[in-house]
């Protein structure tokens, strides 16, 4: 898993390189913008693998130690990369990859520490109906956003970016839980 995210990395780099705009080809080998994705959902394979491969005998804290690891070597490659491209979810940028991927695999190890290590979950239950219903949760802020759009709607500026953004993004991401929630109890799903 770690080699193919190598790959990925090294795709994307020459996929960006100029020397490729001297061929059509070589522009049409290397014209995937999801590869960076592909990286980020490689970094949770490897975080799987280190928390649940039961193949592999190892003590809870070792994986731990591991977990911890991998996010220091994710920040690293972020930072390593920051003065080559933009953090910049925008254009899937690796630098961005690379940090979010570091925040998921802490945020994980500590979830994992505090509900399956130390049983506190009580207060997970307000998420379970978006987990339940992940492409209900997926679409509504799509709907809402087309919404926007369609009467002409907008948030003041401060919404958009620094502290106001990240406390606007915090609630909206609340509100849509919510509305799930309450969606839920209406018996309204969305199922593939």
Known sequence: MLISLVLCLLYYIIGRSSWIDTSA?????F????????AIVLCGVVLTLLFFNESVSKTITRRFIESLALTAALFLIGYMLRPYYQISKIHGTPTWAFYSAAWCCLIFSLLYWLVDIKKYDAWTSFFKPAAANPLLTYIIPFIIYALIKYFDLSLPGVFY???GGILWSATYAILVMALVMGLNRL??????
């Not at 080809?25 to 080998?29: A, K, V």
């Open 25 to 29: 080809t070589l522009q049409y080998l």
């Open 161 to 163: 970016h620094g502290l």
């Open 187 to 192: 018996h309204i799903k969305l199922q593939l």
């Open 31 to 38: 014209s995937s913008g999801h590869v960076i994705t592909s």
